[in-house]
């Protein structure tokens, strides 16, 4: 069982001056789910190499623990400043594709022309798709097989508007996930704000926001 996870290379949040990157929670639950059910985990990034972490995922209160098991894991964290560049990763090596979040997909994931080709890929093997929080935003541009957006028609979720405007970044994102999603045509669902809400609809995974991070890499787990 091979499972691919695409990060981030996005370190600039918008015009703030402050920097994102991947959420080490959406990152470590969704490893370790897989890790501990014996699959074997490939990372990439569209630059390679070490993905920038958000450093709001960093502190005291976002920590779990997946987190903290990371922290103390030497194997992991190699792993991690190794990744793959993501142009070089063929969909046909692996059973299931899986996007962790953070703010910084939103800026590369989302516009990412072999990110938008993995999944296509993904999708049209009918292999599951998994992304969670901000990563939905990598659905912007797929389109399925009838050239429709590929989340037209589908449940799914992801960061919602209000979970944006709690963390005060409304105004700072390049679009909201949430609007993004519906305008897509998908059926968009949500949960209540910071709180687990995964869907799956045939082989696509989405996850609400951090919380949802493990559920939603069990529910992909399950569809292998």
């Not at 993995?118 to 990598?138: N, T, W, Y």
């Not at 097989?145 to 799914?156: I, N, R, Y």
Request: charged share 25%; aromatic share 8%.
């Amino acid at each position: 069982m091979k499972i691919l996870m695409v990060l981030t290379s996005h370190d600039k949040l918008g015009d703030t001056g402050n920097k994102t990157g991947f959420w080490l929670e959406e990152f470590a639950a969704p490893y370790y789910v897989f890790k501990d059910a014996g699959a074997e985990v490939t990372l990439a990034s569209p630059k390679g190499g070490q993905p920038p972490l958000d450093p709001s995922s960093d502190a005291e209160d976002a920590q779990t623990e997946a987190t903290k098991r990371f922290k103390s894991d030497a194997a992991a964290q190699k792993d991690l400043a190794n990744t793959a560049v993501l142009s070089e990763v063929s969909a046909a090596d692996f059973d299931a594709v899986f996007y962790p979040g953070g703010h910084g997909p939103l800026w590369d994931l989302a516009e990412d022309a072999d990110s938008r080709a993995l999944i296509e890929a993904f999708h049209k093997a009918d292999r599951p798709v998994g992304a969670v929080c901000h990563a939905p935003a990598v659905f912007r541009h797929t389109k399925g097989a009838d050239g429709q957006p590929l989340v037209s028609g589908k449940k799914v979720t992801g960061f919602t508007n209000s979970e944006e405007e709690g963390v005060g970044l409304r105004d700072v994102v390049p679009f909201l996930v949430e609007d993004m999603l519906k305008a897509s045509g998908a059926e968009y669902r949500k949960g209540a704000d910071w709180e687990s809400f995964v869907l799956v609809d045939g082989k696509l995974v989405t996850g609400q926001n951090p919380a949802s991070s493990e559920d939603a890499a069990r529910k992909l787990l399950a569809l292998l």
